[in-house]
């Protein structure tokens, strides 16, 4: 069993940056393909990022060029840097982890807004 813990979310005015954290109970975490998602009300839920465990990095279209992921081994972590934030992009973000099985964070909620 894998916790994931986020936390980084929070209000934010349109144009500004945050960063959300994700961090993991494994040992293993080196091993996981780590992803980014997002679930606004009345949608389903959407892949943000991803980073795999060699580190190759995806993106949604609708993110490219203004968030990045990053990972760091050492701490268990992943990270999302988010700038240029717009009304569309507020959701509860997930993280997860992915490898044998997908274990999913209990997520933070992002709302940009003026």
């Known amino acids: 069993q894998v916790q994931l813990v986020e936390s980084g979310g929070g209000l934010v005015q349109p144009g500004g940056s945050l960063r959300l954290s994700c961090v993991a109970s494994?040992?293993?975490?080196?091993?996981?393909?780590m992803g980014w998602y997002r679930q606004a009300p009345g949608n389903q839920r959407e892949l943000v990022a991803h980073?795999?465990?060699?580190?190759?990095?995806n993106y949604a279209d609708s993110v490219k060029g203004r968030f990045t992921i990053a990972r760091d081994n050492a701490k268990k972590t992943v990270y999302l840097q988010m700038n240029s934030l717009n009304p569309n992009d507020t959701a509860v973000y997930y993280c997860?982890?992915?490898?044998?099985?997908?274990?999913w964070g209990q997520g933070t909620q992002v709302t940009v807004s003026s």
């Open positions: 997860s982890a992915q490898w044998v099985r997908a274990y």
């Open positions: 494994t040992n293993a975490f080196r091993l996981y393909g």
């Open positions: 980073v795999t465990s060699g580190g190759i990095t």
